[in-house]
């Protein structure tokens, strides 16, 4: 037993460094890197050197990983509370494993969920319980489907496959079509991402160049082969590259210059570009501001609600998938029966300026809904004795005792 669990803590991580000599890795570099009708090669590497995908996938993984998520328990009175001494509670909220963090360990899986519309998550279980959460590389995990079964076959880094069941995995998925794996997120953004891609590398190319339009040296002489290149030689040093740029170019026996390239402003360059950044926020759908793009339509009055748009349209989908998910397949069928559950606490992207949180405080305790120690919770204070009374004006009697005298105003909500 004792070899079968090291076996079990081990393998997971030694997927990271499979060798480029791996028959799956090679057939990947074969097969998964299509061009895309821009004639560029699109991957997972290459969508994170694209700087706006780059920048969507993080706005959303980075927010997935900063949100705090935990285990709650319904309470029999209503509302819940966060139940820290359940196993699932630390792997979610605190340490997953020993080699991260519960950020880091959120950061990783909302990266892979959100460019691949998968993410794996090998569940170590120690006497019956999940005592590790590890995530795997997706492009190292492929999906076995048989009888209605789903089993997963993981490359380790000695090219060796290892089958694990469905019970040991959690596997998040983006949009599917089969219900068993997400959509090829890379291939679904292939074109929008190879367009990007080119208009960078057309971009670095004029500026290597001096930002210069290509041209034509000609002359009603006749050259040599070795003069051809010898001229084309002497202007490339003299007139190429950034060093170069504007330098005046003497032309002599006759030579002209015929640019043969069309100027980035008859090409609209720029525009385009522009566009790209946007088209690759509408993949992702995150608003263009989020990652930068801001137009002349945008005030700081509107900032906020982008940002409840953001959480809402944006994040919300992501969170839910992944509290169902976690529900799914953390929980036990007894301890949903009981109420258990996951969820991320999606004020927290929220943040509000001092006065508008005083406004915000004021009014809930105006009406009984906080006491004095939440809302120092909330600003992260520490809690006074006393503070735990709610209160109401004059005029309202208690809601949790009808028979209170009107103008009683220090009862105390029972709390659980």
């Given at each position: 037993m004792a070899n079968f669990l090291t076996k079990q803590r081990s393998w997971p991580w030694q997927k990271k460094s499979v060798t480029s000599g791996n028959i799956n890795e090679i057939w990947e570099q074969l097969l998964?890197?299509?061009?895309?009708?821009?004639?560029?090669?699109?991957?997972?590497?290459?969508?994170?050197?694209y700087s706006?995908?780059?920048?969507?996938?993080?706005?959303?993984?980075?927010?997935?990983?900063?949100?705090?998520?935990?285990?709650?328990?319904?309470?029999?009175?209503?509302?819940?509370?966060?139940?820290?001494?359940?196993?699932?509670?630390?792997?979610?909220?605190?340490?997953?494993?020993?080699?991260?963090?519960?950020?880091?360990?959120?950061?990783q899986i909302g990266l892979h969920l959100v460019l691949t519309n998968n993410a794996y998550i090998y569940k170590n279980y120690v006497r019956g319980e999940i005592a590790e959460l590890l995530p795997f590389e997706p492009h190292l995990v492929e999906v076995k489907r048989k009888n209605n079964e789903t089993t997963y076959e993981i490359t380790l880094e000695d090219g060796h496959r290892e089958t694990v069941p469905s019970r040991e995995m959690w596997h998040l998925r983006g949009p599917s079509w089969n219900g068993y794996q997400g959509l090829d997120g890379v291939r679904l953004m292939r074109d929008t991402i190879g367009l990007g891609l080119a208009l960078e590398a057309h971009g670095a190319k004029v500026f290597k160049n001096g930002a210069?339009?290509?041209?034509?040296?000609?002359?009603?002489?006749?050259?040599?082969?070795?003069?051809?290149?010898?001229?084309?030689?002497?202007?490339?040093?003299?007139q190429s590259g950034i060093?170069?740029?504007?330098?005046?170019?003497?032309?002599?026996?006759?030579?002209?210059?015929?640019?043969?390239?069309?100027?980035?402003?008859?090409?609209?360059?720029?525009?385009?570009?522009?566009?790209?950044?946007?088209?690759?926020?509408?993949?992702?759908?995150?608003?263009?501001?989020?990652v930068g793009h801001a137009d002349k339509t945008t005030t700081y009055a509107s900032a906020e609600q982008m940002v409840l748009i953001h959480l809402r349209q944006t994040l919300g989908p992501w969170l839910s998938r992944i509290e169902q998910s976690a529900n799914c397949n953390l929980l036990t069928d007894e301890e949903l029966a009981a109420g258990y559950f996951t969820k991320f606490t999606r004020n927290a992207l929220l943040a509000m300026t001092a006065q508008v949180r005083a406004d915000f405080y004021a009014k809930l305790y105006g009406v009984g809904a906080l006491n004095p120690n939440e809302i120092r919770a909330f600003e992260d204070m520490n809690p006074y004795d006393g503070g735990n009374k709610?209160?109401?004006?004059?005029?309202?009697e208690d809601?949790?005792?009808?028979?209170?005298?009107?103008?009683?105003?220090?009862?105390e909500k029972p709390t659980a």
């Amino acid at each position: 037993m004792a070899n079968f669990l090291t076996k079990q803590r081990s393998w997971p991580w030694q997927k990271k460094s499979v060798t480029s000599g791996n028959i799956n890795e090679i057939w990947e570099q074969l097969l998964g890197q299509a061009a895309s009708n821009s004639g560029i090669n699109v991957n997972w590497k290459t969508v994170l050197q694209y700087s706006t995908a780059q920048a969507c996938i993080r706005i959303i993984a980075e927010d997935i990983a900063q949100l705090p998520f935990a285990t709650y328990k319904t309470l029999p009175d209503g509302g819940s509370e966060q139940i820290s001494a359940h196993p699932t509670h630390k792997l979610l909220k605190t340490k997953p494993n020993s080699d991260q963090t519960a950020f880091e360990m959120r950061e990783q899986i909302g990266l892979h969920l959100v460019l691949t519309n998968n993410a794996y998550i090998y569940k170590n279980y120690v006497r019956g319980e999940i005592a590790e959460l590890l995530p795997f590389e997706p492009h190292l995990v492929e999906v076995k489907r048989k009888n209605n079964e789903t089993t997963y076959e993981i490359t380790l880094e000695d090219g060796h496959r290892e089958t694990v069941p469905s019970r040991e995995m959690w596997h998040l998925r983006g949009p599917s079509w089969n219900g068993y794996q997400g959509l090829d997120g890379v291939r679904l953004m292939r074109d929008t991402i190879g367009l990007g891609l080119a208009l960078e590398a057309h971009g670095a190319k004029v500026f290597k160049n001096g930002a210069t339009v290509g041209g034509i040296l000609s002359t009603d002489q006749m050259l040599t082969d070795e003069q051809k290149k010898a001229l084309k030689k002497s202007w490339e040093e003299k007139q190429s590259g950034i060093d170069n740029a504007y330098k005046t170019a003497v032309m002599w026996g006759g030579m002209r210059w015929t640019p043969s390239a069309t100027p980035n402003d008859s090409a609209q360059f720029l525009e385009t570009r522009r566009f790209q950044v946007e088209e690759a926020c509408r993949h992702f759908k995150v608003l263009p501001i989020m990652v930068g793009h801001a137009d002349k339509t945008t005030t700081y009055a509107s900032a906020e609600q982008m940002v409840l748009i953001h959480l809402r349209q944006t994040l919300g989908p992501w969170l839910s998938r992944i509290e169902q998910s976690a529900n799914c397949n953390l929980l036990t069928d007894e301890e949903l029966a009981a109420g258990y559950f996951t969820k991320f606490t999606r004020n927290a992207l929220l943040a509000m300026t001092a006065q508008v949180r005083a406004d915000f405080y004021a009014k809930l305790y105006g009406v009984g809904a906080l006491n004095p120690n939440e809302i120092r919770a909330f600003e992260d204070m520490n809690p006074y004795d006393g503070g735990n009374k709610y209160r109401v004006p004059l005029n309202m009697e208690d809601p949790a005792n009808p028979e209170t005298e009107p103008g009683n105003t220090d009862n105390e909500k029972p709390t659980a």
